[in-house]
């Protein structure tokens, strides 16, 4: 498992990501969240947001940069990172929970494919959910072993599919999250 980041290691991170998102962003960075949309955010939720994803959004911007369609907004309209959240989870798919709770999709890569953070695990793992086709089951794949590793591969363009300079691990393909089935039966 890879280290976490320690906090002088995560200013560095978020002063190259700020640069980073400035040159990238799709029409400009968004403005930040406030504290009060913040608190919000928990309370739908239910969870606290990891630190590293709270300073995305309190110091970059509310969404909108990243790879994929962008980093979504916590907020918008019942399609943002929180406000769609509580949706994820209650519906069913085949009379069965389809979303994990603790998880927070945080991007959308295009095709109902998204990034999410797995806000229960230690070293915020970044998941990959994949919708099933023609009766196939959804697939969820593990793209990160950290939300910092993630943020890394972001910027050295790195695709998800494959093991960055910044990962411990070889990658020997597609990883599938062992813990989806215990996840989804403590949904139901």
């Known amino acids: 498992m890879p280290e976490l980041p320690r906090p002088a290691d995560e200013d560095d991170l978020l002063r190259r990501l700020v640069a980073w998102a400035e040159?990238?962003?799709?029409?400009?960075?968004?403005?930040?969240?406030t504290d009060?949309?913040?608190?919000?955010?928990?309370?739908?939720?239910?969870?606290?947001l990891p630190a590293l994803l709270r300073r995305l959004y309190g110091e970059i911007a509310d969404g909108g940069f990243g790879p994929g369609h962008g980093l979504l907004p916590l907020f918008n309209g019942g399609f943002g990172a929180v406000d769609g959240?509580?949706?994820?989870?209650?519906?069913?798919?085949?009379?069965?929970?389809w979303w994990p709770r603790g998880v927070l999709p945080v991007l959308h890569w295009g095709s109902g494919q998204y990034a999410a953070v797995d806000c229960t695990s230690r070293q915020e793992l970044v998941l990959h959910y994949s919708?099933?086709?023609?009766?196939a089951d959804?697939?969820?794949?593990v793209e990160s072993e950290s939300l910092a590793e993630w943020l890394e591969s972001w910027m050295d363009?790195?695709?998800?599919?494959r093991s960055g300079a910044h990962s411990s691990r070889t990658f020997d393909g597609p990883i599938l999250w062992e813990a989806l089935a215990a996840r989804l039966g403590a949904a139901d």
Do not use: C, K, N
């Open 131 to 135: 919708p099933g086709a023609a009766g």
């Open 138 to 141: 959804d697939t969820w794949l």
């Open 36 to 48: 009060r949309a913040m608190e919000r955010a928990v309370e739908v939720f239910g969870l606290p």
């Open 23 to 33: 040159r990238t962003a799709h029409g400009g960075l968004a403005l930040t969240v």
């Open 157 to 161: 363009g790195t695709p998800w599919q």
């Open 85 to 97: 959240y509580p949706a994820r989870i209650s519906s069913r798919s085949g009379g069965r929970p």
